[in-house]
């Protein structure tokens, strides 16, 4: 058995969405609506009462449309999210002075790295070793390295993705002279 601390369960997310058109086009809006609420990519629920956070969606299930009057329709779309909300100015590249302090929960950074050779990100007294060929993306949410263009590039990294998480409170960062680093620090909060 493992436990992990500072993890949360997943949340579900109830969205009903209502629909006027014509008769005729009834079917054709529902599938339309389908195919937006299923596509893939990166997928955020963001509500106008709340514009500075998201929620990062796992995924969607689309109930069934059901027509209330000749020309209205209606379906339930229930959103699977990450437990934790997102700030919207987290999701943002930053400088290393800007994520050295996080008021939030533990977040899991995006490292952006651009140089040549090998360099170490320190974070918090933890090391990872990366073979940087002009750019390296360290993503520790996912747990993967690549390339601007895709290019998977776990290969070129050594060290535990965990321990680049940025904690609450004061962090230290930083990374081998002569390297360029941006950070994403998808600051979170639950």
């Known amino acids: 058995m493992t436990i992990r601390d500072g993890t949360v369960k997943d949340i579900q997310i109830e969205v009903t969405f209502t629909f006027h058109t014509k008769p005729e086009r009834f079917a054709e ?3 339309n609506a389908k195919r937006w609420l299923l596509s893939k990519g990166e997928k955020r629920l963001k509500f106008t009462d709340d514009p500075d ?23 339930t779309a229930t959103f699977v999210c990450h437990g934790c909300q997102y700030l919207v100015e987290g999701a943002r590249e930053q400088g290393i002075e800007d994520v050295r302090y996080n008021p939030y929960f533990i977040a899991h950074p995006i490292y952006k ?28 949410e996912r747990m993967i390295a ?23 409170g004061e962090n230290e960062v930083s990374i081998t002279e002569g390297f360029d680093l941006k950070i ?5 909060c639950l």
Request: aromatic share 14%.
């Open 53 to 75: 956070y998201f929620y990062q969606v796992r995924y969607v299930s689309v109930g069934v449309n059901e027509r209330t009057a000749r020309v209205i329709g209606e379906f």
């Open 146 to 168: 690549y390339r601007k263009d895709g290019t998977m590039a776990n290969t070129k990294v050594s060290g535990s993705y965990e321990e680049m998480y940025l904690l609450e």
């Open 113 to 140: 790295i651009a140089g040549e050779g090998v360099c170490y990100l320190k974070v918090n007294g933890n090391v990872m070793k990366a073979n940087v060929g002009q750019n390296l993306t360290i993503d520790t």
């Open 184 to 188: 994403i620090p998808n600051w979170r």
């Open 29 to 31: 809006v529902f599938r």
